[in-house]
């Protein structure tokens, strides 16, 4: 299966260039599902704190895109409650650890970080604790 290759030369890529901070690992030996964390950057709102990720990868991978969500919960203008991820932080993995008002997938989120910064940078932080 042409997907299965694909899938096995990106986790071969992933794995003989690993990026700070970031793991990948396919779950239960499904190579369509991958266990991902990332370490926040010491001089993010998250310092200190790894959030989990699943990546599902489709049947059709690479010409559909994968779907992201995070099982640690995190307070983020572009995550929502449920983990889901919105398409600009997928394309900047600055605006993970910076995140943006712009484009927001939490609206109050967003306007918490627009408005009152110190209040959003103080959640984010208490949230990272947890």
């Given amino acids: 299966m042409a997907t299965l290759r694909r899938i096995n030369k990106e986790l071969t ?5 690993p990026l700070e901070g970031v793991t990948v690992q396919p ?13 926040a950057f010491p001089d993010s709102p998250y310092k200190g704190g790894t959030f989990h990720f699943t990546l599902s990868l489709p049947p059709n991978f ?6 992201v969500t995070f099982t640690t919960k995190i307070y983020h203008p572009g995550i929502n409650e449920e983990g889901s991820i919105c398409v600009p ?4 993995d600055e ?8 484009d927001p997938f939490e609206p109050d ?12 940078l103080a959640t984010a932080k208490e949230w990272t604790k947890k």
């Avoid at 190579?31 to 370490?39: A, G, H, L, R, V």
């Avoid at 605006?95 to 712009?102: A, E, G, T, Y």
């Fill in 27 to 39: 779950a239960d030996d499904n190579m369509f599902e991958w266990k991902c964390s990332i370490k």
């Fill in 89 to 92: 932080v997928l394309r900047d």
């Fill in 109 to 120: 989120i967003a306007a918490v970080l627009k408005d009152d910064k110190t209040k959003f």
């Fill in 62 to 67: 690479p010409f559909k895109a994968p779907t």
């Fill in 13 to 17: 890529n992933i794995n003989a260039n």
């Fill in 95 to 102: 605006k993970l650890n910076n995140p943006s008002p712009d």
